[in-house]
């Protein structure tokens, strides 16, 4: 009985582990480049994996500038796979997209 409700419990606690999605890196302030992995339109963010493995995660404000080939750009031109330059500034535990530009 003891081992049914154990196995029960640690089937639980990994369903919730991975349904909590993936987890996202804390970078410094800096630019690096990437590719657009996801795009949550509703929220205004996108999931960036850089060029070493690390995914960001990025809420745009009014203030972040979004540009493709010297031109400002809406957000909703942002598509998964783009390879993108980001600048971001680190507040605390959370990244500020300061400037997006779409590469290719």
Same mark, same amino acid.
């Given at each position: 009985?003891?081992?049914? *409700? +154990?196995? =029960?419990?640690?089937?639980? *606690?990994? %369903? +919730?582990?991975?349904?909590?999605?993936?987890? =996202?890196?804390?970078?410094?302030?800096?630019? @690096?480049?990437? $590719?657009?992995?996801?795009?949550?339109?509703?929220? $205004?963010?996108? @999931?960036?994996? $850089?060029?070493?493995?690390? *995914?960001?995660?990025? @809420?745009?404000?009014?203030?972040?500038?979004? =540009?493709?080939?010297?031109?400002?750009?809406?957000?909703? =031109? +942002?598509?998964?796979?783009?390879?993108?330059?980001?600048?971001?500034?680190?507040?605390?535990?959370? %990244?500020?997209? +300061?400037?997006?530009?779409?590469?290719?």
């Amino acid at each position: 009985m003891k081992t049914s *409700i +154990l196995k =029960t419990v640690m089937f639980s *606690i990994t %369903l +919730l582990f991975f349904a909590c999605g993936e987890s =996202t890196d804390v970078v410094e302030s800096g630019t @690096y480049q990437g $590719t657009i992995k996801e795009v949550e339109p509703s929220k $205004t963010e996108i @999931y960036v994996e $850089t060029d070493d493995d690390q *995914i960001l995660e990025l @809420y745009f404000s009014d203030n972040t500038e979004l =540009t493709r080939d010297g031109s400002t750009v809406e957000f909703s =031109t +942002l598509e998964e796979g783009m390879r993108v330059e980001v600048d971001v500034e680190k507040e605390g535990k959370r %990244l500020n997209p +300061l400037a997006v530009r779409v590469l290719e």
